[in-house]
């Protein structure tokens, strides 16, 4: 009986051992610190903010470095080793490298690019730079080195319908998906793997609602999703192997006024969109099998004035809201179940005009 008493002490023990090893090894996985990047026009910097990865609420850090003129767009490499900024007006592109504390030491010398830079795009593996050219109905395309360095490739800008003013590149980087709002369209282009060249796909427009703003692929690859800011709904399609686009049944679906910035989280199962004429996010559900769309249990949340950019944690657990009306941040934690989103504090002050928020 004594040797039945003790052994059930130290299963006991253990058990408790496992409960306390289980806590603390789901804890360090939310816990942390993060980084957020935004631009902001009214004064042309990029400035970090630490992001606490326990609530997701943000503060300044007190680092700036300066951009080009009118800020409009920022992107990380996927090992967030380099930073890149599209400078609308000043027709070019900063170079940053990011160091060790996050913040970032700026390259000398900025990229030319076409006319009116608005939007980029980076394959997965890094290897090129792709640059929405809105005044000059071209796409710019770079070669990424050591150092933040960009060599324009041969061949490049590319040609594309008119008014290109977003860009988003597949998983794989086999295809390059370009909304063009004058058209109405969404027009697609295969990538050399080895060059970054493009080259339309069979079609190579496919028609999307009124003035598409903005374009998001899923990480599997399988569907793409467009903003229509003049019909305020969201356009979804299907990614053929040769990269053409089937639109998926039930297409387009309804949004709030303007929308833009879509964003699909890292699990592939939600979007979100920027309504920058609603003042607020609209959240959907998406079909693992078709793509459709489905409104979310609570569809929308409130941001500040006039929310023009979105960007998600790449923890998947948070969403930030650059809100160029209200030159604020809104943050906001994502249910990973119901995908619905829960304010996190309130707004936080930024530069005048935040215009776009990148991540690490």
Known sequence: MRMKCGTWVWIVILVGLGFLVSCST??????????????T???ALVSLFSVDLNK???????????????????????SRDMAFVANRDSNDISRYTVNSDSTLTAVTGNTPTGTTA???AIDSV???LFVANRGSDDISVF????????????????????NPVAVAVTPTGTFLYVANDVSGVVSAYSIDPTSGALSPVPGPSFTAGTAPSGVTVTPDGKFLYATNSGSNNVSAFVINSDGSLTTITGSPFSAGVGPVSPRVDPSGVFLYVADQQSNQVSGYKISSSTGALTALSTPTISTGANPVWL??????????????????ISAFKINTTSGVLGVVGSPFTTGGQPSAIALK
Request: aromatic content about 6%; glycine content about 16%; overall charge negative.
């Open 26 to 39: 789901n804890s360090s996985s939310s816990s942390g610190t993060g980084a957020l990047y935004v631009t």
């Open 41 to 43: 026009q009214g004064d």
């Open 56 to 78: 997701g609420s943000i503060s300044a850090n007190g680092s700036s470095v300066a951009t080009g003129t009118t800020p409009s767009a920022i992107i990380l490499t996927e």
């Open 118 to 120: 608005v939007s980029m």
């Open 126 to 128: 890094g290897h090129f």
């Open 143 to 162: 070669s990424i080195g050591s150092g933040a360095s960009l060599t324009e490739i041969v061949g490049s800008p590319f040609p594309v319908a008119a």
């Open 311 to 328: 960007a998600i944690h790449p923890g998947g657990l948070y969403l930030y809201v650059a809100n160029n009306g209200a030159a604020s």
